[in-house]
């Protein structure tokens, strides 16, 4: 009775005349390739199955990007002298921009029109929505829940006309309801008119969304809070918010880089009246497509998608100054 | 509107009958009366707004129910008597149903080219560890959100000219798929990270082979997933207006987005016989398929976007 | 059937951690091995190399008298149950168990058969036409049993695969599962965590520690011969009695008290330590004695605990500076604050290198 208190003792020496490594299926997997790839696909398959739908967005996404910035430095028209033969003119398209009124208003409208309708407007009424159905009666939750992802999933084409019908100044169903007659919503309000169409149109993301993320708060922590002798307004600070800011930036960036690239202001106001409600992309339309001016129009996109990379550069600084926070 | 109250009200009925007996209850009990009628004033309150939005969600979407069979439409959603004659308006109108079918073609085109490049990208992406994988993923989502749209309107008419593709609706079906790719990749990804890995590993130990193992277990599996990416593409390009009418310039190609906007008659003023029955036959397999596809297999963004 | 033979075995992951840091190890053909450890041991890398889910870093696997170390999973003729079971959610029990018969091209009709027969040997008949989601836990863990026995391996490797069982199922199958084993002679390599499962189960169990394996032995070896500390304080329903001493002018000094050098009857030699050397004296429990009286080789404390076992009460005493525990019959159950007279039997006393690795000191 010697039992092995090492182990050591129990190391026997490999069965003697073991073949050598075969070769062939140790040729055909390198061992580095293996690991997290469980299915063997190897590195050269994995590039294989991501490169037809990066070359499709490389094409049709990433190069008309890249051409949009180059264009911008182009005297490029559809129709006239530069039409023929577009002159290099450098940044000319960015400095007459920079000094037209017209641009400075319209990214005054813009940022009007994001920070009312997307971060404060659907944010705050989506977040809302997906609170007070956590503990809201079926029917009720169902109806306005169905209501406002309708609002969100109807073609655009339809939203306009229903939204035309909705606003009319003479047979309109809003000036019926509240019994104001030839009342001109889009002509006298359009921003407003706009910013509340928005938020009508695109809150259900944000309920679907902050839903989802209302059920990761785990339940006992509202317990724990409510133990505690919490408020409904502190629970919500303390226990819920913390959990979901990740959620909250998010959410706050997609809705705001959409919004920002907005074209359906247009279709309600067509950007007016005397270029009221005209937010960057109607702005660029009208220039670049109805204008002709396609290099001035280039060069404001190009603003505008430098916008954009601001802001989703500041929502990514905020994710990661956040994080040690959260976790 | 403490919660304690909110139980202890739902528990006997009246907050006055509550409050006297409170002695017996714990410290919170004193003024369970005034909590008791801040409760009721607060779900007043609470159902007023509910109503509001109720009103405020579904005021628009009146017309597109009543006008259709309204014998006199109009701006006016409103029900004076009921007719189908503006159905057989609609189906009387030569391009009805041919721009249905271009909106069906340019829809489930993109919809398979992206479920299928989404699938392969998104499980290669989740699986594999490819350098650089998590922020080619962030900065694609991000450019998707920025390029789409008008932004990048002026060099897709340019090069789609270039190519030959101006005026073909494959033309359009490429374009919108590689906008809803870098999304379409995202949302997939996020589910197949959500699969264990054990599946695979379960059947590669039985030695089935990469491709066995995609067939009979990873297809299978993610089956759902992509039936969701796939219903959302064909949501997203089923109401595109802007590429198609940007793109397409021969009527008998457009799809039912941009040809509901040619229902005018000679003096310029809207058809609404034809354009709100043809809103209504135009939204309706959509939302059916939506909610379908949102009850059966829930919201697929999840919002995990890694930092 | 197979034996399974370990040499330096080394798994490093991309992160630098050493899940499996330098494994010897044989696995005899038809053997019942429990792979035993803390969560994070690195049981479970230790199987998935041995599977070939990973690559081994450094060492070589052999099954048989082949060296698989660098074969595909599928080539090493391995049967896998996951923790999870990773049974296919869009499969029938049949198709699930007949998988393995599918990717070796048998027939339809016949894998049909073969599943069948395999799942009436484990009760399932009844369920072959449902899917993993409508099965219990426990029929689950059949199901995934029954298809790694229906692909005829030579080596069972299974991942924990009763943790996911509520306790009595748990037992059940304990006894099922071992039976199932020796009915079908399959080497067999089993991770678990719980002791007790290793101990009921095992024909020899190796007890694993930061990647290293700390002791290799039947499940009585380990039991009653703890290698070293650390498996020592793992194994046992209560764990060992460690306490530090020093041997002072014969005896072992553990500072309030002394006891002798414990030996076969009374040979202070059967333990070679010197004067002055630190050790740590080993008992289990259940074998130190409560007395109510002074005694010889008894060290005087005073209950500080009581806690409840069933028949046994598990009694904490302080004796000098050291907290010493004891099983006694429940009719012997001493009271809080009591004076007792701790007596280990000093056959059952091991003694440890209080530096090191903490080995048992003699052999
Ligand atoms: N894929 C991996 N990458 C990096 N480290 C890992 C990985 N899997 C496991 N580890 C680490 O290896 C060690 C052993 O893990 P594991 O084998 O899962 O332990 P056990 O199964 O005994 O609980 C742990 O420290 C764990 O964190
Ligand atoms: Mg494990």
Redesign the pocket.
Known sequence: MAPSTSPAADLAPAPGGAPAPAPGPVATTPRARRDGDVVGLGRARAVAFVAPALVLVGVFLVFPAAWTLYLGLLDYSLTGSGAQAPVFVGLGNYTSALSDPAFAKSLYLTLLFVGGSAVLGQNVLGFSLAWYFRAAQRPVRATLSVLVLLAWILPGSVVAFLWQALLDRRNGTLNALIGTTDMAWALDHPMAVIIVFNIWRGTAFSMLLYTAALSTVPRSHLEVARMAGATRWQQLRDVVLPTVKRHILTNTLLITLWTFNDFSPYLLTGGGPNRESEVLPVYIYKEAIIGGHLGYGSAISLLLLLANLVIAVVYVRLLRTREPEAA | MSTVAGQRRSGTGSGTVSGSRSGTGSGPGRGLGAGALRLVAGRSVMYAVVCLLVVFFALPLLWLVLTPFSPTPSYKASLSGFTLANFEDLLANPQTWPSIRNSLVLSVGSSLLVIVLAALAAYALSRVRIPGRDQLLYALLLLSSIVTGTAAMVPIFLMLFQLGLIDRQFGVVLVLSGGLLPAAVFMLKDFVDSIPRSYEESARVFGASPSQILRHVVLPVIRPGMATVGVWALVQVWGNFLVPYVLLSDPSKQPAAVVMYTFYDAGGQPNFALISTFALVYSVPVVVLYLFVNRRYGFAFQGGIKG | MASVTLTGLVKE?P?G?R?VDGVDLQIADGEFFALL?P???????LLRTLAGLEAATEGRIDIGDRDVTGFEPGERDVAMVFQDYALFPHMTVTDNIAYPLRIQKVGRDERSARALETAQGLSLAALMERRPAQLSGGQQQRVALARAIACHPQVFLFDEPLSNLDARLRLEARTFLKQLQKSLGVTTVFVTHDQAEALAMADRMAVMDGGRIRQVGTPREVFQRPANTFVANFIGATPMNLLDAQVVGGALDFGGFTLPVPGEGGRASAWPVAEGDKVVYGVRPEYVQCLPAPAEGAARGEVTAVENLGVSVLVTAQAGEQSVRAVVPESDEPALGDTVHLAPSSERVLLYRADGDGELIGR
């Open positions: 992951y992160n951690v899940g450890g969560s994070g041991c690195g049981k479970t890398t």
